[in-house]
């Protein structure tokens, strides 16, 4: 089994900076795409940004500037660097993992538990 567990929310003011972490463990044979996706209330869960193996990057247009992903393949960690926060980046970010098990027959996404990062104005 494999399991993401998330870290680093909090509450920031508008123009401030936060770091998310996210550790992948378990029984992982490898991870292919990992990313950061967030829920606002009463909004559909939106992808931000993810992450190729090779290091290839995808943004959401909203966070494009303001926001970094990074990887460490040899720990299994997935950040994301949020610099410039608004108020509408309040919301819960999910860690996600397109992973491998060392007992399963393909890839499958697993997702954290989420962690709330509040921006207030």
């Known amino acids: 089994q494999v399991q993401l567990v998330e870290s680093g929310g909090g509450l920031v003011q508008a123009g401030g900076s936060l770091r998310l972490s996210c550790a992948a463990s378990?029984?992982?044979?490898?991870?292919?795409?990992m990313g950061w996706y967030r829920q606002a209330p009463g909004k559909q869960r939106e992808l931000v940004a993810t992450i190729t193996r090779g290091g290839g990057t995808n943004y959401a247009d909203s966070v494009k500037g303001r926001f970094t992903i990074s990887r460490d393949n040899a720990k299994n960690m997935v950040d994301l660097q949020m610099n410039s926060l608004k108020p509408e980046d309040t919301a819960v970010y999910y860690c996600?993992?397109?992973?491998?098990?060392?007992?399963?027959?393909?890839?499958?996404?697993?997702w954290g538990q989420g962690t709330l990062v509040t921006v207030s104005s």
């Open positions: 996600n993992a397109d992973a491998l098990g060392t007992t399963w027959a393909a890839y499958r996404q697993v």
């Open positions: 378990g029984s992982i044979f490898s991870i292919a795409v």
